[in-house]
C-alpha cells in the first residue's frame, strides 16, 4: 500500500505563494488519485483539488480555482499543490490522501490513504 506524506506548509501573508508536496512511501502513486484536502478548526474537512496520477484529470474545489495548481511528477513520485494569492481563509491543516482508482475522485470517503497533515497559516 502507498503512504503519503505531506510537506511544505508554513506561515505566510495574505497574497503570497506556497507550494505543498505530497511524496509516496511504499510504492508509486500509479495507478491512484491522488488529492489534497484541507480541515480548518472547527469546520469539516473538505476537498481542496485531486488528480488522477495516470492520466493527469484534475478536479478542483470553486474556492481555489484559478489559485491553485496540482500536478504529479511521476519521476520523482511525488504530487505537489501550488497556491497563489493565498488567503486568509485557507488556512488550515491540509492532507495529502491516495485511492486506488483510475477515476478523478472528489469525496474524501472516496480516499483510502492519509498522509499526517501539514499547517498552512495565512496572516492577513
Known amino acids: 500500500q502507498v503512504q503519503p506524506v505531506e510537506s511544505g506548509g508554513g506561515l505566510v501573508q495574505a497574497g503570497d505563494s506556497l507550494r505543498l508536496s505530497c511524496a509516496a512511501s511504499?510504492?508509486?502513486?500509479?495507478?491512484?488519485?491522488v488529492g489534497w484536502f484541507r480541515q480548518a478548526p472547527g469546520k469539516e474537512r473538505e476537498v481542496v483539488a485531486t488528480?488522477?496520477?495516470?492520466?493527469?484529470?484534475?478536479y478542483y474545489a470553486d474556492s481555489v480555482k484559478g489559485r491553485f495548481t496540482i500536478s504529479s511528477d511521476n519521476a520523482k513520485n511525488t504530487v505537489y499543490l501550488q497556491m497563489n494569492s493565498l488567503k486568509p481563509e485557507d488556512t488550515a491543516l491540509y492532507y495529502c490522501?491516495?485511492?486506488?482508482?483510475?477515476?478523478?475522485?472528489?469525496?474524501?470517503?472516496?480516499?483510502?490513504?492519509w498522509g499526517q497533515g501539514t499547517q498552512v497559516t495565512v496572516s492577513s
Open positions: 490522501a491516495a485511492a486506488y482508482s483510475l477515476r478523478v475522485l472528489r469525496e474524501s470517503s472516496e480516499f483510502e490513504y
Open positions: 511504499g510504492r508509486t502513486f500509479l495507478p491512484y488519485a
Open positions: 488528480i488522477n496520477w495516470g492520466i493527469g484529470n484534475t
